[in-house]
């Protein structure tokens, strides 16, 4: 029989005891000898306590800004430096420059407390338009309180293990399973303890995803800006026009290569048989 499942048994057995006997404790304490209206009373205090619980937000804001052109990297530069004066962490940024066919952007990621969110916000209004803000909220609460249960559990449970190891009365065999749920149990707690710290750090600080992009300055009307924009426009079409006219040329050689000297035979041929039928007719 294994070994493993009486070990268990004992170890559940010893982390269930406590918890058993304070619960028949209580059952006690509110039996029918409670009169009726001090149950209804604790009802009522039950039910407060669980709507007071904490509950644990994640929040992320999404915020887009436009500036000048020239104003772009400074605004950028700018705001990951602020970030360093407040209760704030950048997660990343990034910031391209202008090319034959990109505008130039700008991207930071960051979390800040809660407390400086408005401070935050505020240094941003500085830089350039907000042209884009939007808030998601999510809740956490049910996935930290079940992590937080786990690790409470798996740490009684190891603490209990450890305990079973010391004892000198151990056997050899037990010893071996003992260990073996030990470092079963390390990484299980390791790794719930990782996943804590995850949620700790998406509730307790808001992440803030800046983009950063130039104003449009569109298009001239009136007088010789319009015709300047039609000049640039049929520039472009043209441009077009004589790109699509290289592609059908260098499309059709290869195909010159071998109609020209077929028609040019199927031409010595024809003469030939025309030189022919008129000797006929002159015989």
């Known amino acids: 029989m294994n070994r493993k499942f009486p070990l268990a048994i004992l170890v559940a057995a010893a982390l269930t005891a406590g918890g058993c006997h304070k619960s028949a404790s209580m059952a006690d304490q509110y039996s029918g000898s409670v009169p009726a209206d001090r149950q209804y009373n604790l009802m009522l205090t039950s039910v407060a306590s669980a709507d007071s619980i904490l509950h644990y937000i994640a929040e992320r804001d999404t915020l887009e800004i436009v500036t000048p052109e020239t104003e772009l990297q400074r605004s950028w530069e700018t705001a990951v430096a602020f970030c360093g004066t407040i209760h704030c962490e950048v997660i990343s940024s990034s910031i391209t420059m202008r090319t034959a066919n990109s505008v130039p952007t700008g991207s930071i990621a960051l979390r800040v407390v809660p407390e400086e969110l408005k401070t935050l ?11 884009k803000h939007s808030t998601e909220r999510e809740d956490k609460t049910t996935a930290v309180i079940d992590t937080d249960a786990k690790i409470k559990n798996l740490t009684a ?18 010893l071996v399973e ?5 470092a079963d149990t390390q990484a ?17 600080k808001i992440a803030v995803q800046i983009s950063f992009r130039v104003e449009e300055t569109g298009k001239k009307s009136g ?16 441009g ?6 290289i592609t059908t040329i260098v499309a059709i050689i290869p195909w010159l290569i071998l ?6 035979m199927m031409r010595g041929v024809w003469a030939r048989l025309k030189l022919r039928r008129r000797q006929n007719i002159a015989l």
């Open 121 to 131: 916000l505020g240094q941003l209004e500085k830089l350039g338009k907000i042209a």
């Open 157 to 174: 449970f190891r603490d209990n293990l450890r305990a079973m190891l010391a004892k000198p009365s151990a056997k050899v065999s037990d």
């Open 178 to 182: 003992i260990q073996k749920q030990l």
């Open 188 to 204: 299980d707690l390791d790794s719930d303890t990782a996943q804590r710290k995850v949620l700790a750090n998406e509730t307790e």
């Open 223 to 238: 007088g010789f800006s319009e015709i300047a924009n039609a000049l640039r426009e049929s520039g472009v079409v043209l």
């Open 240 to 245: 077009g026009s004589t790109a699509s006219l």
């Open 259 to 264: 109609i020209v000297p077929a028609l040019w």
